[in-house]
């Protein structure tokens, strides 16, 4: 135990021995143990662990996240506590222990999950359920023996969440309680449902079948377990893939650290008040996340320059979102994002790159994650300006809607940060100093107070810029320096890259010529399809 505080050594020896008190029933000689029953669950409880242990690490098996808990409900339901604890005891430490201290880890594991069971075995006897599944020749009553099931697992969930509570709070110092209330929730409906397995396999073993019929049971259980194992460890490998390339942005382009996790949040809150589905979200969230991934192939003395952008560095600088879908293109999980990574910088107008798409041609993907783009761009604090307030932001996309922005992006933005709002802590990553929360206002005058300041603080921008020139493009921050200071003067703000640096000379002094949109896959960066 060298290295586990004190406090969380003393919660495993005392979990310990209270498993070793319950088991100590089963060894009288008068003890009522059906020692072949007990004898084949721990060894399927046994196997199930070792064939978790011996796969390779994010292979199926379903032992990483625990016990085959199918199997040591259904020796809870035929078994008394002291057998069912002793069950459990004997399969669980051979299963695969992810970290250090692996001993401490399975003799944890070992005494919940023994605790646990006793417990379960403990309510169902006492709810009626071990007479419902007959003996001495009366058939098993599989309705009578649901809903002590039920009480049996809910027991379960609660003595494991509340036994992790205790290892956390002394390993961690993390409230009980708060432990207990988001662990609970995560573990109650999959209690449940092994519980409903265990108990068939229990009827089954009851029945004139016998124990044959109850593994037929736990072998689709114990498969649907591994699948829904090995989907879980996909989706913590594409995690790890989506933060190994945010990662490999921030290192290089320090500049703008934390913008992409900031972007994929707001886009989050736009695809929720817009209605989608949980999977496009998701999708969304990576495209917000994942938007600035070309920055990787765009040379780092161009990202990091002091001063403005030439013509020819701003086209480089344009070539990011190429790189980026080139980047992502064979990653399959991230299907609609690959459309916003390439076109997130394209404008409703036409106006925009790299293809110059307008209107509804414009992936919706690309559209959501525009305004996101924006938005945290103009609310960031930067080291050479102080960042926005979010009603001015707000202001600024909806001067921009219909000519830059998707004006139903706009407004979903809008409302979501009237019901949510967006905290100091959601845009401070890259801040010199914190930056005072934003709070939505419920009342209708508080709104009207914040339209008013939004539009003072547009025409006092408007006042220091001065008007529009003839020909000067309509976006966000018109003018080169207006709101990201001399190393962006592409952008729509700090990370947006709208090269409007020709509003005022280079670059911008003839039209966009007429762009060939292609479906071929992207070898390289290439300038004759760009504007």
Do not use: N
């Not at 079948?209 to 377990?225: N, R, T």
């Not at 500049?255 to 496009?280: F, K, N, P, Q």
């Amino acid at each position: 135990m060298t290295g586990t505080p004190t406090a969380a050594r003393a919660c495993v020896l005392a979990a310990v021995l209270c498993a070793i008190w319950c088991t100590l029933p089963a060894y009288a000689p008068d003890a009522p143990v059906p020692w072949g029953t007990a004898a084949l669950l721990a060894a399927v409880g046994l196997a199930c662990e070792a064939a978790g242990r011996r796969s390779p690490s994010g292979g199926p098996g379903p032992a990483a996240a625990g016990a085959f808990l199918p199997v040591l409900l259904t020796a809870a339901f035929l078994l008394p506590p002291a057998a069912a604890a002793l069950v459990a005891a004997i399969g669980s430490p051979a299963g695969r222990v992810e970290r250090p201290p692996y001993a401490v880890r399975r003799m944890w594991r070992a005494a919940r999950l023994a605790l646990g069971c006793a417990a379960a075995s403990w309510t169902y006897a006492a709810s009626g359920g071990s007479a419902a599944l007959g003996g001495g020749g009366a058939a098993p009553d599989l309705t009578r023996a649901l809903l002590p099931a039920c009480a049996a697992a809910v027991v379960l969930s609660l003595v494991l969440t509340a036994l992790d509570g205790l290892i956390l709070a002394a390993a961690e110092g993390r409230p009980v309680h708060r432990s207990v209330y988001e662990l609970l929730p995560l573990a109650l409906g999959p209690h449940l449902v092994h519980a409903l397995a265990g108990l068939m396999a229990a009827v089954l073993w009851r029945s004139p079948y016998g124990p044959l019929s109850g593994f037929l049971v736990l072998l689709p259980m114990y498969l649907s377990c591994c699948v829904f194992a090995r989907y879980h460890r996909e989706q913590a490998a594409h995690r790890a893939t989506i933060r190994a390339l945010v990662h490999a942005v921030d290192i290089k382009d320090t500049y703008t650290r934390g913008h992409s996790e900031r972007v994929g949040r707001a886009s989050v809150l736009i695809a929720r008040e817009l209605g989608m589905d949980e999977r496009r979200v998701e999708g969304l969230r990576f495209a917000g996340i994942l938007h600035d991934v070309g920055k990787l192939g765009v040379p780092t003395r161009v990202l990091r320059k002091d001063g403005p952008l030439t013509h020819e560095e701003r086209r480089i600088m344009e070539l990011h979102p190429e790189y980026g879908h080139e980047i992502v293109r064979g990653i399959g999980f991230l299907d609609e994002a690959r459309d916003a990574i390439l076109h997130h910088h394209e404008r409703l107008d036409g106006s925009g790159y790299p293809y110059g798409l307008s209107g509804s041609r414009i992936p919706e993907f690309a559209r959501v994650v525009a305004v996101a783009d924006a938005f945290d761009a103009m609310t960031s604090t930067r080291s050479y300006r102080r960042a926005r307030p979010v009603p001015a932001a707000l202001a600024e996309l909806k001067r921009c809607a219909g000519s830059q922005f998707d004006p139903r992006m706009v407004g979903a933005l809008d409302r979501a940060l009237d019901r949510h709002g967006w905290s100091g802590a959601d845009t401070a990553v890259t801040a010199d100093e914190p930056c005072a929360p934003y709070e939505p206002g419920a009342p209708q005058a508080a709104r009207e107070r914040r339209e008013s300041d939004a539009a003072s603080a547009v025409s006092a921008t408007s006042a220091v810029r001065g008007p529009r020139q003839s020909g000067e493009p309509r976006g966000v921050a018109a003018s080169p320096h207006d709101f990201h200071g001399p190393r962006e003067p592409y952008g729509v703000a700090a990370g947006a890259h709208e090269p409007h640096g020709a509003a005022s000379g280079a670059g911008r002094d003839a039209p966009p010529g007429p762009r060939a949109q292609s479906d071929a896959p992207l070898s390289g960066p290439s300038r004759d399809r760009r504007r």
